[in-house]
């Protein structure tokens, strides 16, 4: 875990009163957002002025998570959140290892401080941008490796309920509930531990997962009539196009989830969803595999992206059709499992 000599720095700095930015990738997913309010929650209790600052948006699934409401978005209020960021004395970058990940606008502001930078992350091949690096590959989510970061720091007496309601959460997420190969012993006593302190954990699991609207369901129903299987290749794809999202009335976090119904397939190791985004001019791509198919690795090679061995993420400037036809190109030159 943490060495000795970032306990003592990280210590001295949260032991007096201190302005502090905690910040999660773009289109933060529950690990993100819950552990950047995990952190918020326990800096609080010690007087530091702290705020979240989210890149954009999060979606209404974990919307509902402790603290959510005080998210500052930097895409809606550029000259406030850029302000706060300029006059930090510390800012703690969670689940994410690379500044581009917060968006061009936002990672040139970064890029301008002299305040002291934390990564907490379990990403692969971080960059080295900040003073303390927590980086951990065997940890299934940052939300549990910024559980053990406060037992290094010797904060868990400040883990209360809303804390441990944020870090639960994105150990549930970034699990599968439960299910992920990185999900240990460890992560089960640190989930009872969560519960002792007060997580009302089936709630947190109707909020996450029985929040379906009609629209939604729908949407899915879309993106499974457009699976296509490439059994030769064991591999599962969807799409869905800028003009499908909005027919359904697509809401951030919709999508979530879609593209392991591909990898559910008998004799599938490798799934993938594209989505088109005619905003952003890209077209946003989810991996999922399962054992040695390393989608991390793929997506870095052909897709502008990165992530984990079994999960990862990438975008295409080419258009949905052309995105596609490349990818099973791709497949076809490869062809390595």
Request: proline fraction near 3%.
């Amino acid at each position: 875990m943490m060495n000795l000599t970032d306990i003592e720095f990280l210590k001295e700095c949260l032991s007096t009163p201190k302005q502090i930015a905690v910040i999660p990738h773009r289109n933060p997913d529950g690990d993100a957002l819950g552990s950047t309010l995990g952190l918020y929650h326990v800096l609080k209790q010690l007087n530091h002025n702290v705020q979240v600052i989210s890149p954009n948006e999060f979606p209404d699934f974990i919307a509902w998570l402790p603290g959510a409401d005080s998210v500052t978005i930097f895409e809606k209020d550029k000259i406030q959140t850029s302000e706060f960021l300029k006059n930090s004395d510390l800012i703690f970058t969670l689940d994410f290892n690379a500044l581009h990940r917060t968006g061009d606008q936002m990672e040139i502001v970064l890029k301008t401080l002299d305040a002291s930078f934390v990564m907490i992350d379990h990403h692969q091949m971080p960059d080295d941008y900040a003073k303390v690096v927590v980086s951990d590959v065997n940890f299934g989510s940052t939300c549990e490796l910024l559980y053990r970061v406060l037992m290094d720091l010797e904060l868990d007496e400040f883990i209360n309920t809303d804390a441990a309601t944020c870090i639960y959460t994105g150990i549930v997420t970034d699990s599968g509930s439960f299910k992920f190969p990185k999900t240990t012993g460890d992560t089960h006593r640190i989930v009872a531990d969560l519960i002792d302190r007060g997580v009302d954990n089936p709630t947190v699991h109707n909020r996450l997962f029985s929040t379906n609207s009609y629209a939604k369901l729908q949407l899915l129903g879309k993106a499974l009539e457009n699976l296509k299987v490439l059994p030769q290749y064991k591999v599962a794809y969807t799409t869905l196009s800028q003009k499908e999202l909005y027919q359904f009335n697509f809401m951030k976090g919709d999508t979530e989830g879609i593209v392991n119904y591909g990898l559910s397939i008998k004799g599938i190791d490798f799934a993938a969803i594209f989505i088109e985004n005619k905003e952003e001019g890209i077209i946003k791509i989810s991996f999922r595999s399962e054992g040695d198919v390393n989608v991390n690795e793929f997506s870095r090679k052909y897709f502008n992206g990165g992530g984990h061995i079994n999960a990862a993420g990438g975008k295409s400037f080419l258009s949905l059709n052309e995105t596609v036809a490349q990818f099973v190109s791709i497949l076809a030159k490869e062809n390595t499992h």
